[in-house]
Each structure stands twice: as structure tokens, then as C-alpha cells.
């Protein structure tokens, strides 16, 4: 038997996904629901109390929100949870006769990784796509106090409409490299929390905090695809977006040639001692 091309395993490897993903799995029933519902409860419960007291008559003042801050929890909620199932997904693979069967359909390991890759990256892309448009397009709509002048289609609302989905696909190479790296899934899932929502938020806390902030990968992303916040890009908006690139390229690769090199390591070690023996 012929082995199989490189393409042929990856879209051996999309097609396996779908098919192990298929009907009432964890995905379709708690994370891609957890995905749009989280999101989309926090950012409408958010701008229903803002624009009640928006409307109250007497002293209270409320800021009205832009475009570029109207998609906040789409961004660091909805993409955190495809990341964290990507790693998940494929941290379970090394366990049980999973192991086995992996290693016996795709020859090449790093083929299982990048169709992974690209399955939940695509599906990370879809559905932050549809938020975006459901989130800016309902928002001024129902909340026109606060947030009348958010709009799709202007610079910020454009902006976001490319880069969200950019970064959620690219993001959930990370996943993908930590499930690899951290072959337990709950601690993979931890590792990726922790670093996402706990270590760049409070690196800033260290000496010369800020300084090391400004390389934190996640917040220069998050930056980059437009949102406003209080963190300023060493690299600007676009470069910000490729430095995020460059770090998850970077880690994806070391993550799925470590085993080939350990592989290649012990050879060589027991080469070394059969020939000093």
C-alpha cells in the first residue's frame, strides 16, 4: 500500500472530525451553543441595563457605545471557547485505543493537528462571523440610546467583519498546539484559561509588567482585530494581528515536531549504545 498523500490525510483528517463531531456530541450540544448564547446574553443583558438607565428621567448619564466596542464579548468569550475545545478535542486523542487508530490512519502525525486545525478554525470563523453580524446589526435597533451609532458597515464594523474571524481561526492553532504539547484535556483546557484570561491580564503587575504586556499574544490580537481597550500595540493594529500569526505558527510547529525529534533522539541513543557495545 501507497501512503497517502499529505493532502489526502488532512482531508482524511477534516472528514474524520466531522464524522466523530457528528449528531449529539460535546460540540454541537454545549460548545457551539456556549459559543453563540454566552456572548450574545452577556453582550444584550450588558446593553439592556445601559439603556434602561439610559432612559431613566434624572442624573444619571450613561456613555453611548461606538462600533469599535460593541462586539467585546464576541471577542474574548466566544473565541476562548473554540480555543479551549480545539485543545480539548485534540488532547483526547493520545488516550485509550483513540492513540491507536490515529496513529494508524495518519502515518504523518502532524496531519491529524493541522486538519484539526483547520476544522475548528473554519467552524471558529463561521460563528464568530454570525455573531458579529447579529451583534451589530441588533444592537442599534433595540438599544438606540446607547448604542444608535454602531454600525456594520463603517470602518470599525468592517474591520471586525475580517479580523474576528481571522483571529478565531488562527487562535484555535494554540488550542490545537497545547492539546498536543499537554496531552490531558482538563489540563489543557486549564493551561489555556489560566494563560488567556489570568497570566497576560496580569503580567502588568510584575516590574517592568507593561513592558512584558506589550508581547502578550491574546491582547495584541484582541487589539489588533480593532476593539478598543486600555493597551497599546507595540506592533499597531495590523502588526499586532501577524505577530499573533508568528506565535501561534511558532508554537504550532514546535508542538508537532517535538515527537518526531524525541523519536529521532532515542534512536540515535540506541544506536550510540548497540555501537559502544
Known amino acids: 500500500m501507497t501512503d497517502p498523500s499529505v493532502l489526502t490525510q488532512i482531508g482524511r483528517g477534516v472528514a474524520a472530525e466531522w464524522t466523530r463531531t457528528g449528531g449529539r456530541s460535546f ?80 502515518p504523518r502525525a502532524w496531519t491529524a493537528a493541522v486538519a484539526r486545525w483547520i476544522y475548528y478554525g ?36 468592517r474591520r471586525f467583519l475580517w479580523t474576528v474571524p481571522l483571529y478565531a481561526f488562527t487562535a484555535c492553532g494554540i488550542g490545537i498546539a497545547i492539546g498536543t504539547l499537554i496531552r490531558t484535556p482538563s489540563a489543557a483546557v486549564a493551561v489555556l484559561l489560566f494563560w488567556i484570561y489570568v497570566a497576560e491580564n496580569s503580567i502588568s503587575l510584575l516590574p517592568n509588567g507593561y513592558t512584558l504586556q506589550a508581547y502578550a499574544p491574546f491582547l495584541n490580537a484582541v487589539v489588533g482585530t480593532g476593539q478598543k481597550m486600555a493597551f497599546f500595540p507595540r506592533f499597531g493594529h495590523n502588526g499586532s494581528l501577524f505577530y499573533f500569526l508568528a506565535i501561534t505558527l511558532s508554537l504550532f510547529t514546535i508542538a508537532v515536531a517535538l515527537p518526531t525529534l524525541r523519536r529521532a533522539g532515542a534512536t540515535l541513543v540506541r544506536r550510540g549504545r548497540a555501537r559502544s557495545t
Open 27 to 106: 460540540l454541537w450540544t454545549v460548545a457551539v451553543p456556549l459559543t453563540f448564547g454566552l456572548s450574545l446574553l452577556i453582550t444584550f443583558g450588558i446593553a439592556a441595563v445601559a439603556e434602561r438607565f439610559a432612559t431613566m428621567p434624572g442624573k444619571i448619564q450613561v456613555t453611548s457605545s461606538t462600533t469599535a466596542n460593541s462586539v467585546y464579548w464576541v471577542i474574548t468569550l466566544s473565541v476562548a471557547i473554540m480555543i479551549v475545545t480545539a485543545a480539548y478535542a485534540h488532547a483526547t486523542q493520545w488516550h485509550g485505543r483513540t492513540g491507536d487508530l490515529n496513529a494508524f490512519l495518519f
Open 122 to 157: 473554519m467552524l471558529a470563523a463561521v460563528c464568530t462571523s454570525i455573531l458579529l453580524v447579529v451583534v451589530m446589526s441588533a444592537l442599534p435597533r433595540l438599544f438606540p440610546h446607547v448604542y444608535g451609532t454602531v454600525d456594520l458597515f463603517d470602518p470599525a464594523g
